[in-house]
C-alpha cells in the first residue's frame, strides 16, 4: 500500500490522527511512521476498541463449573513408573527422527534485574557466570548429541533486543550450534489506545507500540514463516518455554512422549504449588477443556481450598512450560475471531504526546494496551494433557533483582541441583538443610543435563575429581 493509501486508510477508519504531523515529518521520519502504521491491522484494533476499550475495565475471569484439571502425577506421587518409562521411550524417538524443535520466548529486556540488555544475555551460574542463553544452547546441543540428530531452535526476540541478540549470538559464535539451525524473529507488536479508542502517538511520528504478550509467538512463527521451515525440515512438536528460567529441560522425552501418546495439540507441565498464595496461574477444568486461571483471577478462597490430605485443591501451578503442536500453532495463528488468542486489556500510563506534539508524561492510567497470554491457546486444543513436574528440576527463574526469584536463588537452586546429582553419583557432597552445597560447583549441561545423563557421564569417567568445592564439570 502506498503512503496516500494508507493515510486515506487511517482517515477512513477514524485514526486519522496518526498522520496528524505528517506535514512536518522528513522523509526518514515519514518512512517509519508509515512502517509502523503498515504493521496495524485496523480491523483489529476496531474490534478490540469495541469488545474492551469501550466496555468498563475488570468483571473478573468467569469461573462458573470450575474443578481441579486432571494430571499425570509423577512416580514418587503415585504416578505409573511404566507410563514414564514408555513416555520417555516415545518422546526419545521423536528425538531420534528430528520431529522436535526447541523454541524460546525471549523479548524481555533485563529491565527489572537492573541490567542493561536483552535478558537472555544476563549471567546466571554460579561458577561460570554463563548466560541464560548460553545454557540453553549447551542444552539443545547436547540433546542432539545424546540423540543423533541436532535440534532446530526458534528465539523469539522483540524489536527492542532483536539486533542486540543476533550480535551476542555471533559474537559467541552461537554456543557451538550450528547458526543455520538458530533462527530469530521479532515478535508482534501492538499499538497502544486511548480511552476514546484512537491510537497513541509516542512522538511525532511514531507510535506508542508495545510487544502482544508471549500468546503472540504463536502468530510470529507464523508470519515470520517459522512454521514453514519447520515443516520443511519434519519437525511437528515445539519445546516451548520462557528466558528467564536456566533450570529448564529444554527438551524432556518424557513431556514430548506423553504429548504424543495422548495425541495433544498443547500440553504442560506444572509443579504443584508452594503455598496457597503463590503467583502462578492454575490449572483447572472447564466444560470439559483445560484451562488456566490467573492468580489474580481467582478468590483467595479458592486458593486455600484444601483436599482431605490438606494438599491445595487448586494446587496444580502454570510454570510456562508447553508442547506445542506445529499445525495447532498455525491454526491459531491464521483463524477466525472463535478460533483466535483472545487480547486482554491492561490499564496503563502510556507515554504520548499533546495536540501540539510536546510530550506528555501521564501520572496515572491514559490508555489500553492489548496483549495475549499462550496458555489462553490451552481450551482451543483438541486435546490437552497436564503433567506435573518437580519444581527443584525445572523451575527457578530470574525475575527480580533481589528476594525470590532473583539471581542469587536461582543460582543456589542451580547447586542444589548439581549436589542432589554428585550424592546420586555416590559422592559425599555436605549441604544445609535445604540442600545448599557448603562447596561452590557447577555442571555443564555438555557433562549432564539430567540426573541420568549426569550419572552415565561420571560413571565413566577413568579419573573423579578428588576435590569438591570450586567444581565445574564439562
Known sequence: MNTDSLISTYRAAGQGQVFAFWESLDATARA??????????????????????????????????????????LPEHGGDAAQWAAATARGEAALRAGRVAAFTVAGGQGTRLGYDGPKGTFAVTPLKAKTLFQVFAEKIKASGLRYGRPLHWFIMTSHANHAQ?????????????????????????????????????????TLALSPDGHGGSLRALHRSGALDLMQSEGVDTLSYF???????????????????????????????????????????????????????????????????????????????????????????AVGGEDVALPFHRADKKIATIDAAGQPVKPTAANGVKFEMFVFDAIPFARNSIVIETARADDFSPVKNADGLDSPRTSREDQMRQFARWLQGAGVPVATDATGLPQARIEVSPLFGYDASTFAERWQALPVKPAVVEGLYLE
Open 32 to 73: 517509519e511512521l508509515a512502517a509502523q502504521a503498515a504493521e496495524v491491522d485496523l480491523a483489529e484494533i476496531e474490534r478490540l476498541n469495541r469488545t474492551l476499550v469501550f466496555k468498563a475495565a475488570g468483571g473478573g475471569a468467569n469461573l462458573d463449573g470450575l474443578a481441579p484439571a486432571p494430571c499425570i502425577l
Open 165 to 205: 541478540t543476533e550480535v551476542f549470538f555471533a559474537e559467541n559464535r552461537h554456543f557451538g550450534l550450528d547458526p543455520g539451525r538458530v533462527h530469530f524473529f521479532r515478535q508482534g507488536r501492538m499499538p497502544a489506545v486511548g480511552y476514546d479508542g484512537k491510537i497513541l502517538l509516542e512522538t511525532p511520528g
Open 242 to 332: 520462557q528466558v528467564d528460567n536456566p533450570l529448564v529441560r529444554c527438551v524432556d522425552p518424557a513431556f514430548i512422549g506423553f504429548h504424543l501418546g495422548a495425541g495433544a495439540e498443547m500440553s504442560s507441565k506444572m509443579v504443584p504449588k508452594a503455598y496457597p498464595e503463590e503467583k502462578v496461574g492454575h490449572f483447572c477444568l472447564q466444560d470439559g477443556k483445560i484451562v488456566v486461571v490467573e492468580y489474580s483471577d481467582m478468590p483467595l478462597s479458592m486458593q486455600r481450598e484444601t483436599n482431605p490430605d490438606r494438599t491445595l485443591r487448586y494446587g496444580a501451578g502454570s510454570i510456562a512450560i508447553h508442547v506445542i503442536d506445529r499445525e495447532f500453532a498455525r491454526r491459531l
